[in-house]
């Protein structure tokens, strides 16, 4: 499960700009916005947007195919969090449009999902095991935290792999 996380987040970070540098991973300027994990909340404005990607749910069904194998539906969440725009923090311009708060949230996640869509076969190619059959199960806002002047969103999909039964 590891494995399809870091590739996930692989895909993403090499392919969606983030909107702090204006840059994707790996480029002049960079830095890493997408965690293989949970979204840290302890962190100021500097340090915003960030994304964190981790397995919601696992579950298999076994099915025959030339030998035994199990089909896997694996459900990831990718939760994105911004600071709340004041003053003039928070504020991104990108391709000449300025985003924060619940738009630089949707932006992101639509990005995301762009990304994921046509970079299927990237991720079905590489790696063990296959990841085929994506789904986007749905964007979900996960609220606004006065204290931490912090919104989240969370966009859920879905891959299916075969695993070899033991």
Known sequence: MVEEVLRIQSVIR????DPKTGVVHGDPGARNWVYPDFPRF???????????IWVLDRDSVSKVISNVKHLVT????????????????????????????MKLLYYLASQVENVLISYQTDLSDSGTPQ???????????????EQTHQMRLALRVSYQSFDTAS
């Open 131 to 145: 990841m085929f059959n994506y789904t986007q199960l749905g964007k979900f806002v996960l609220g606004h935290n």
């Open 14 to 17: 090499d392919n969606v700009t």
């Open 42 to 52: 302890d962190l100021k404005q500097d340090s915003m947007p960030r994304a964190g």
């Open 74 to 101: 694996t459900t990831f969440q990718i939760e994105f969090v911004v600071m709340k725009a004041k003053g003039g923090e928070g504020i991104f311009t990108i391709g000449g449009e300025k985003y924060s708060d």
